[in-house]
């Protein structure tokens, strides 16, 4: 019995008997000697992810890009790093010696990125002349501490020694012990436990009675980026799409115009992705770009990529290809005098994302060393297109345009309406969460389909405009019936077995569009096309845009 005692007392006492158990360092730090180094950000330890060499501190690319600057883009391929600022498009090639630092190391050559061992790395030194970050290098283990947070912090002092645990634990081992007096960033505080980060770079828990009460103090970065100017214009835009495919097209345009109100931005689909290397099919017309200025409209060409002979993968992922796409763009709104480009990649794979963003980015510079406005079309954003990245386009570019439709499209599997309230409604305030107001334009269809389901379940549709609309009402002797939830006039037909539908785009549907856009308080609103409205939904949109 007394045995027995003994060891259930012993278990009792142990349980309240802190660990002696010391981390060590290197596996804490998750390095291995030599080069190896560790990156503490300001709330994490990643594991590995940096190396020192020849004196200079390297962190590695993906850990760069997420938490440091995400203007780096790399190419495998063509063995490069590539920064974009607001005014710069600079190439890093791997293992390359042409740069020298302007702190750490003098003016002694260096390397700015490092292959090595099948990772690739980048140069603290270089990142912080483009970054607002600050760097220490600590020795034995050799970690990275870098801070770029910036703004108030919540500090506490140690008032008596205590030890720094991996976890919230008097169990768990030991990392360090801190003395009387030290400093530790506040990380999260709970009644027993404070994770802190210490002044050495080790992130853990100590006793919160062992620690002073909490305090904040500023941490402030004297570090200034290149900014991004945007051109915004002092009124409201009234951007108009005109489908171009021939030189017919353009030499129409004075009459196709004539009934057109308000409109101060054409943007005819001039240009297309063509090749693989980036080159353009272009329908660019000076005689074109005079009559739209003879009746105060600027000109943006617009550049697709609904060639199927083309991947939009490859265009935009292969620098040289980029380049050539940007390079022929930027050549032809130069010698067409026109006032801006607009950009509409649809269809978007997400692998594509990074790519299609570092495109944006190097064309914005392009754009804006030329005087040029650069716009891009984008869908409503759900889950299914987040890769679009419209917080990332909305700081580089000077408007993003909401494709405000195809809301169902020709192969919807099911008859809906092109552009309801809601659908609208929901791409103007999701968009707006990223993109600020003042550079947001939404579109309007001037369009409507006319839905067809045959009695196998088979749906197909055609868009008709305005006038076309009404004609298929008047002639099937139909009645349009207003629908309040999708804002529209709805009809409904029903011929040799077969159920026709039309969820209509007319002037009342329209005025309801435009007073989103008022309420919202947009930079103005799009329309597509050129011909499908009738010369009365001019007036609608006068009202509410300037």
Known sequence: LAVAAAGVGYKVVNRYIPSKEVMDGNEYFGTFGGEDAAVVLPDRLEQGKALVKDGTAYVEYATAKENLNDHLYKSDEEQQVILTTAVDIIKLPYDSNEYTTLTGNGSMPYQIVVSQDGNVYIALDYLAQYTALQYSVEQEPLHIIINNQWGMKTFSDVIKEESVRLDADIKSPILKKEAVGDKVTVLEQEEEWTKVLTADGYIGYMKSKKLSDSYEEQVTSDFRAAEYTSIHKDYDMNLLWHQVTSQDSNDALAADIQDVKGVNVISPTWFSISSNDGDISSLASSDYVDTAHQNDMEVWGLM????????????????????????????????????????????????????????????????????????????????????????????????????????????????????????????????????????????VPFYTRFWKTDPDGTVSSEALGMNAADEKVANNNAEKIWDDTTKQYYVEIDYNGSLYQMWMEEETSIEDKMQLIKQYDLAGVASWRLGYERASIWDVILKYVN
């Open 304 to 443: 697709d990529n609904f060639s199927t002979d083309i991947d939009t993968d490859t265009v935009l992922g292969t620098t040289t290809s980029r380049e050539n796409l940007e390079g022929q763009l930027i050549t032809e709104a130069l010698n067409y005098q026109l006032d801006g480009i607009n950009i509409d990649i649809e269809s978007l794979p997400e692998e594509t994302s990074e790519s299609y963003v570092q495109f944006m980015r190097e064309l914005s510079v392009k754009c804006r060393n030329n005087n040029l406005v650069l716009s891009v079309d984008v869908p409503p954003p759900y889950s299914f297109n987040g890769h679009y990245s419209q917080k990332e386009l909305g700081e580089v570019v000077d408007y993003v345009i909401i494709m405000g439709y195809d809301e169902h499209y020709a192969g919807s599997e099911e008859a809906g309406s092109v552009a309801s309230h809601d659908f609208v409604e929901r791409g103007i305030t999701r968009t707006l969460e990223e993109v600020p107001k003042e550079k947001v334009i939404n579109a």
